[in-house]
């Protein structure tokens, strides 16, 4: 069967109805069904539509045949079609996008929750609560898995085309020195290196801000940990150990892509998650969950999942008005 065009007023952003979880497959091989769909598809013929009074096709030697001259009314109009051409095609680029955007996003929110699930099955007398810890490390590792496979299926980074025409010079000039293997070895010892700079950052800074600097350093650096995989990671999978890229992104205007600005807004929303999951914490309620570090812990978690929710209705609500400088 076929699928409605994009341009069609019935388009949302909502996905078909999927099974219930039941299986972790009844909600994975959909999306990456959709999501290679997407990737293959193209933007189009982007052929201007043929008028049969001017510019057919003629093989050499014929004899063309008089034609009246164009009017004004017909010249607006043939003048306008180049423009409006464009402008359906970056209205269906977005969309596109979108969509993309929103599928990766369900599978990001899809590991969390079998972070929780999965460790249940497997260990015995697991809680969010009780078993804190182990928690955070299946969580850390389940979201910097997704996130990779996904971000190396999507590539994303291809829309802009001043950037990677930079990329393709760059890996070309480092495979001529160095080869394609130590290439893809450095990067990743970059990311790692980055990854680790970020989580020992965030450590200090928890300190600096109140943290128990010794009793509970290892829940310090744990909540650093998932607090980096949640901003550090899709940084390092979209843009790369470059950091005049996460300064541009960052700044008032650097965005270039649909990605960039769903970067800004998940990275945004897990520190202010972060934040007000510590504002429980001096409270007398004495709720098991107020320990450290488990109430900001919850509130990163929540806030990172709120941006994914929030990210591609936001873009998708804004996006005749969202324009890239490099696209």
Known sequence: MDRPPLSDPSFCLCPPVFPCLQLPC?????????????????????????????????????????????????????SAAVPSELATQENTMKDTDIKRLLYTHLLCIFSIILSVFIPSLCLENFSLLETHLTWLC????FVTAVN????????????????????????????LTAGPYITMVTRFLKCCIYFLMSCFSFHVIFVLYGAPLIELALETFLFAVILSTFTTVPCLCLLGP?????????????????????????????????WLGALPIPLDWERPWQVWPISCTLGATFGYVAGLVISPLWIYWNRKQLTYKNN
């Open 26 to 78: 009844s909600l994975i091989l959909p999306l990456c069904w959709f999501l290679a769909v997407d990737a293959r598809a193209g933007l189009g013929s982007g052929r201007i539509p043929s008028d049969p009074g001017w510019g057919g096709a003629a093989s050499e030697g014929a004899a063309m045949p008089a034609r009246a001259p164009l009017g004004a009314a017909r010249k607006r109009r043939l």
């Open 138 to 141: 299946t969580c850390s590792g």
């Open 148 to 175: 990779l496979v996904l971000y190396l299926v999507v590539k994303p980074n291809a829309s802009s085309k001043r950037s990677s025409l930079s990329h393709k010079l760059s890996d070309i000039n480092q495979h």
């Open 242 to 274: 470059n950091l005049k890229a996460w300064l541009r992104v960052f700044s008032r205007n650097g965005v270039t892509s649909i990605w960039e600005n769903s970067l800004q807004i998940t990275t945004i929303s897990s520190f202010v998650g972060a």
